[in-house]
T-cell receptor, first 111, second 113 residues
Framework: EAGVVQSPRYKIIEKKQPVAFWCNPI?????LYWYLQNLGQGPELLIR????????DSQLPKDRFSAERLKGVDSTLKIQPAELGDSAVYLC?????????FGPGTRLTVL | DQQVKQNSPSLSVQEGRISILNCDYT??????FLWYKKYPAEGPTFLIS?????DKNEDGRFTVFLNKSAKHLSLHIVPSQPGDSAVYFC????????????FGQGTELSVKP
């Protein structure tokens, strides 16, 4: 069974530029999560999807962050414009039950 | 506020000995607890979990203990192996939160040969 796929693995951009991350969850997993992980911290939930519906986006900074999961399968997370403080690892996870399976993450560096 | 806390950022253990990783939580609504293991440049992988109706769950070398009155859980690894060296995250969820996990800061375990 293929795991959660994320791309790109690494991204370096200058501040004020836009950036997008892509996630393909495990086949059959209806629930998809985007997490932010700062250095030395645990992952923090940004948004959770049940199929194509965002059921918990309370932690998503909506002034600059957006996400979509149009067909209820893969998802994109966008930041526009990026700020220096957005440098972190962005993790995608999916689940069908209580266990969440994580992708390798995208490490974003904003210069 | 940090609802899940791992107060030890690092732990070093000799191969073959027991590793004990600790986690404290503040939210009494949490009813499901998990441990994840993370290697560098990889995402966290599920290790073991425990429901609040239990006080112990064992899977091979890994055992998780839950003390609800103290709002404390611990992960025991015995015997520890060099391949266990990784960052371990404790996570918790409440049944009414749709599976939302709250993670601790992580503890980096180093098992020395």
């Amino acid at each position: 069974e293929a795991g959660v796929v994320q791309s790109p693995r690494y991204k370096i951009i200058e501040k004020k530029q836009p950036v997008a991350f892509w996630c393909n969850p495990i086949s059959g997993h209806n629930t998809l999560y985007w997490y932010l992980q700062n250095l030395g911290q645990g992952p923090e939930l940004l948004i959770r999807y049940e199929n194509e519906e965002a059921v918990d986006d309370s932690q998503l900074p909506k002034d600059r962050f957006s996400a979509e999961r149009l067909k209820g399968v893969d998802s994109t997370l966008k930041i526009q414009p990026a700020e220096l403080g957005d440098s972190a690892v962005y993790l995608c996870a999916s689940s069908r039950g209580s266990e969440q399976f994580f992708g390798p993450g995208t490490r974003l560096t904003v210069l | 506020d940090q609802q899940v806390k791992q107060n030890s950022p690092s732990l070093s253990v000799q191969e073959g000995r027991i590793s004990i990783l600790n986690c404290d939580y503040t939210n009494s609504m949490f009813d499901y607890f998990l441990w994840y293991k993370k290697y560098p440049a990889e995402g966290p992988t599920f290790l073991i979990s425990i429901s609040s109706i239990k006080d112990k769950n064992e899977d091979g070398r890994f055992t998780v203990f839950l003390n609800k009155s103290a709002k404390h859980l611990s992960l025991h690894i015995v015997p520890s192996q060099p391949g266990d060296s990784a960052v371990y995250f404790c996570a918790a969820s409440a049944g009414n939160q749709g599976g939302k996990l709250i993670f601790g800061q992580g503890t980096e375990l180093s098992v020395k040969p």
